[in-house]
């Protein structure tokens, strides 16, 4: 116990630091102004958003946990667009009608806003950490609506380099292993495992399709969650959640392949929309 004290410990000082050089840095200096980017964005996440946002019932309030530059968040058709973020990488000046920015942690969001909005679709893509992955989770359990779907990132590692819950951690161990790439996941997979466990009313799937990128077949996996039939997903379940990924301290995501392969063997984005309208269709009272 005081050892994985001391590691958490160790993982926010060196946050820290890194927040402080970013701060001082030119790059927060040069923020991007609020548009969509020039290149072409149906080969990223705002693509199947937006797809997934085509079959929802109600499809009128996005939230986007993790903002970064708003590639993701500017791109997404929905009327209402809200986004959280610490330090967003952009000017929150003069944004668009129906978008809005909250420059802080996800849990000051969550606390300051719990009755404040109901989200048709919600996107986390913050801290790549397991504990505040599945927080933001269970905080967005409660301010969505019974149909909504999460899209949560970042949830297939690479390797087990690449699923070091730090950065510094795994980039240092790729160097020393000799590997080439910055590819970093840090231990979200974690948040599935959990997610699986604890919330048996949820549908839980892994999506990875190479093919939605001919150019260079670079595809982010992303795990989407909604509620089974006649299911409802309660934030009250979290306490056995937390559990599990605290079970999981110092697990290699190798480790969770090999433990539950089913819940890591990805499907195409064709294949999951297919499901996910069926899934909807079937609500619909018939004529």
């Known amino acids: 116990m005081a050892f994985q004290k001391q590691n958490y410990v160790t993982r926010m000082a060196?946050?820290?630091?890194?927040?402080?050089?970013?701060?001082?840095?030119?790059?927060?200096?040069r923020r991007l102004n609020w548009s969509p980017q020039d290149r072409d964005l149906e080969q990223w996440s705002a693509r199947r958003l937006n797809r997934i946002a085509s079959f929802l019932p109600q499809n009128v309030s996005y939230l986007e946990v993790g903002v970064f530059r708003g590639e993701t968040i500017?791109?997404?058709?929905?009327?209402?667009?809200?986004?959280?973020?610490?330090?967003?990488?952009?000017?929150?000046?003069?944004?668009?009608?129906?978008?809005?920015?909250?420059?802080?942690?996800?849990?000051?969001?969550f606390l300051s806003h719990k009755r404040a909005f109901c989200f048709?679709?919600?996107?986390?893509?913050?801290?790549?950490?397991?504990?505040?992955?599945?927080?933001?989770?269970v905080n967005v359990l409660k301010i969505s609506s019974p149909d909504s779907v999460i899209l949560i990132d970042d949830v297939l590692p690479d390797d087990d380099i690449s699923s070091i819950p730090d950065q510094d951690d795994s980039l240092k161990e790729r160097a020393r292993t000799g590997q080439?790439?910055?590819?970093?996941?840090?231990?979200?997979?974690?948040?599935?495992?959990a997610i699986s466990i604890a919330h048996a009313d949820a549908r839980?799937?892994?999506?990875?399709?190479?093919?939605?990128?001919?150019?260079d077949g670079d595809d982010n996996p992303q795990a989407a969650v909604w509620r089974k039939?006649?299911?409802?997903?309660?934030?009250?379940?979290?306490?056995?959640?937390?559990q599990v990924i605290d079970e999981l301290e110092g697990k290699p995501f190798s480790y969770g392949v090999e433990r539950w392969p089913?819940?890591?063997?990805?499907?195409?984005?064709?294949?999951?929309?297919?499901?996910?309208?069926g899934f909807f269709e079937t609500k619909q009272p018939k004529p």
């Open 14 to 29: 060196r946050k820290l630091v890194r927040r402080v050089r970013y701060l001082l840095s030119e790059d927060r200096r």
């Open 74 to 109: 500017s791109n997404v058709k929905m009327p209402v667009r809200v986004g959280v973020d610490p330090e967003p990488r952009f000017s929150v000046v003069g944004l668009p009608n129906g978008v809005e920015i909250f420059a802080s942690t996800s849990d000051h969001f």
């Open 120 to 137: 048709d679709l919600i996107f986390l893509d913050g801290l790549h950490e397991a504990k505040q992955c599945y927080s933001d989770f």
């Open 180 to 193: 080439t790439g910055f590819r970093w996941h840090g231990d979200v997979w974690k948040v599935v495992v």
């Open 204 to 215: 839980i799937q892994i999506i990875h399709s190479p093919e939605m990128n001919p150019v």
């Open 229 to 242: 039939p006649g299911g409802v997903l309660d934030a009250e379940d979290s306490a056995l959640g937390f």
């Open 262 to 277: 089913s819940l890591f063997k990805p499907v195409g984005e064709k294949d999951f929309l297919a499901s996910l309208q």
